[in-house]
């Protein structure tokens, strides 16, 4: 399985429910500049799941649209902020597809990243806003995956 790891554009600040919070321009230009270098790697996505959150719906949304993918991207609850690598790993091995993409959150990403990769939690790689990093998967579980390339935005 590859994985394509994606956090979301910057955001509204904090003055409104974290929820609520919509991308701002810069972000969108952070996720159409990710989008189209990801569309010339050519790759084809098979899934494509966000968590329900409107700037990682709006990102989602974005970056399909500009990498000209042709996938119907799915909301899923667990790739809201407040859950843990192990409970979308657990959801990752239900699902028979090649090339998945997650939009979601810091520092759910971040963790995922880490888990798959077997980094250690305390040098774990932060995902900047925006940030992509593809990893291939022989196998969902920790340790399981390599790091295959990042884009930042």
Known sequence: MNLY?????????????????????AGRREIASVARRFA????TLTS?????????????????HEAKLA?????LAVL???HRALQVMEFLR?????????????????????????????????????ELNAVHCDAV???GGTLQFRLDP
Do not use: W
Not at 71 to 75: F, H
């Open 5 to 25: 790891l994606l956090r979301h554009g910057q955001a509204e600040p904090h003055n409104r429910q974290d929820a609520q919070r919509a991308l701002v321009e």
């Open 40 to 43: 010339a790697k050519g790759i």
């Open 48 to 64: 494509c799941f966000y968590s329900p959150f409107v700037r990682t719906t709006q990102t989602c949304e974005l970056f399909v």
């Open 71 to 75: 996938v119907k991207p799915e909301p």
């Open 80 to 82: 809201l902020p407040t």
């Open 94 to 130: 239900t699902l028979d597809s090649q090339h998945v993409l997650l939009v979601t959150h810091n520092p759910l990403v971040s963790e995922l990243l880490a888990v798959l990769t077997a980094t250690d939690l305390d040098s774990m790689h932060i995902f900047a806003t925006g």
């Open 141 to 143: 579980v920790h340790g």
